[in-house]
């Protein structure tokens, strides 16, 4: 098996599993890990699921490192596995940006809670009584204001 | 808040947030407009769809349900809805009497249910209904389980969605590291192999000298170290002919060889501290014999954590480019490791 052919076909996925579960900075040394392991035994990924097999040592990882830093996730990785406290920097994130929500007028707020319901903006300007027109516009300003958030712009 | 004005791009916006390095901020932005109301606890019960099959009305028939029953329901035969579409229809189909007494029993029979995963790992989100799409934003933390589908069984969709350029960045970095790491296992292996062949090889002398020049000038392809060694990296970094304390304080004067360059730039600086992640590597996997088992114990112990230090550093110096920073931290590091190796010396 040629390790850098593997890296560059299967990192990106091992390091989009690994940014949304930890912060980046670990995701990347948790992406070291995988890739030692593999190049450790590359005989014996001859002929397998090479992508299956690096994601479950990916998921290995990510438990061990979790167990390891308690508050280090971001989101309980589900049943089977140990619950784990939201991260801390990423509850302060949410936390601010529930503040920013907060300060802005009811019907932007609506707006803004449709669209990421994944409403569409008839729908929306239905439910408030005004042109879906009016809502792409709130919209806009609202995500314009939002994003001046604290931690809005931040990975 | 990147969301798409343009609700028909939400499916391949929400796609690309799957498989790109911001799904945790978009899980936060979720969680902070929506709460933490799941309401839907599994991904197959958004990604399923409901089918009024032949199969299911002979079922349904076997489970004595009334062929005046099954007769309205006529129009859906075949059909594909989600769970809410569904209900809703046969609601309107059946009289409350009816609805009461037949809607779970049909809802909740085993064969009236698919499942759209298969189609999303061939063709994306766009096949799923808008409501599915809408119940995924309102469960969020689902978003990691349907993530972790998509990257580990989704096909050529998915691997062909466009990431950003920061993505590639942090894989060109990540290889850099890896190479590196690579290289010095490598050389811990060759090291290894010598000490386990030489032996018997002295045996014989012409053997020797073969395995030798085939150590030294046998290409592996594989990315070799050319800079002059020092500290932990050099060839004779672990004698075995030192006593317990003399071994001990030779280790930190190699760590003390730290010092003796002082790199002005964060190439050299990143260079240098890779240099001494190499020595912890070579560290780790000798044998010290000098020591006790106590004391090796302790040396791997204190090492890993050196290694976790400069690792560190290394990534903080990659991301911010300060070398002065990268330089005091690891002259911290190794005052103190090379303190800690002569107290011990001592003891």
């Known amino acids: ?155 | 808040m990147t969301i798409p004005d343009d609700e028909k791009e939400l499916a391949h916006w929400l796609g690309t947030q799957l498989v790109g390095q911001n799904l945790s901020r978009l899980i936060a932005e979720l969680r902070a407009v929506h709460g933490d109301q799941s309401t839907i606890t599994s991904l197959e019960a958004i990604l399923a769809w409901f089918k009024l099959s032949d199969q299911v009305i002979v079922a349904l028939k076997n489970e004595k349900v009334p062929e005046s029953v099954l007769v309205k329901l006529n129009p859906l035969k075949n059909k594909e809805f989600s769970r809410d579409d569904f209900e809703a229809e046969i609601k309107k189909l059946l009289n409350a009497d009816e609805t009461k007494q037949f809607l779970r029993l049909i809802l909740n029979h085993p064969a009236i249910l698919g499942s759209n995963a298969q189609a999303i790992l061939e063709s994306g989100l766009s096949v799923l209904p808008r409501s599915a799409l809408q119940d995924l934003l309102r469960n969020s933390s689902l978003l990691l389980e349907l993530q972790e589908l998509v990257l580990v069984e989704g096909g050529a969709y998915w691997s062909e969605l466009p990431v950003k350029g920061e993505y590639r960045e942090a894989l060109n970095r990540g290889w850099e590291r890896l190479s590196q790491k690579i290289a010095s296992h490598t050389q811990v292996q060759r090291r290894g192999f010598l000490r386990r062949v030489l032996p018997y090889a002295l045996t014989n002398l012409a053997t020797a000298a073969a395995i030798i020049v085939a150590f030294f000038t046998f290409p592996l392809g594989l990315p070799q170290a050319t800079a002059k060694a020092w500290g932990w990296q050099k060839p004779d970094a672990f004698p075995t002919n030192l006593d317990r304390s003399s071994y001990l304080n030779r280790l930190a004067d190699e760590a003390d060889e730290w010092f003796n360059k002082r790199p002005d730039n964060p190439a050299a600086a990143a260079k240098r501290i890779l240099e001494f992640r190499q020595g912890c590597s070579f560290l780790l996997l000798a044998d010290h014999s000098s020591l006790t088992p106590a004391d090796r114990d302790w040396l791997k112990e204190k090492c890993r954590k050196w290694s976790e230090t400069l690792d560190s550093t290394l990534v903080s110096l990659e991301k911010n480019q300060d070398t002065a920073a990268a330089i005091a931290a690891v002259d911290a590091m190794v005052r103190n490791l090379s303190n800690a190796l002569r107290e011990k010396a001592a003891a």
């Open chain 1, 1 to 155: 098996m040629d390790i850098e052919v593997a890296y560059r076909e299967h990192g990106q996925a091992l390091l989009a599993y690994f940014c949304a579960r930890v912060q980046q900075v670990d995701a990347e040394d948790l992406l070291q890990i995988v890739w030692i392991a593999a190049h450790k035994r590359p005989d014996s990924l001859v002929g397998i699921d090479l992508r299956r097999w690096l994601f479950r040592v990916a998921h290995n990882a990510l438990v061990s490192f979790l167990i390891r830093n308690p508050g280090g996730g971001v989101i309980p990785l589900g049943e089977v596995d140990p619950p784990l406290p939201p991260q801390p920097d990423d509850g302060e994130r949410i936390a601010a940006l529930r503040a920013c929500i907060e300060k802005l007028s009811k019907e932007f707020r609506k707006v803004v809670q449709g669209r990421l319901r994944g409403e569409s903006s008839k729908v929306i300007a239905t439910q408030l009584g005004i042109d879906a027109a009016k809502v792409d516009k709130q919209f806009y300003m609202a995500k314009k204001e939002l994003m001046k958030c604290p931690g809005a712009n931040e990975p």
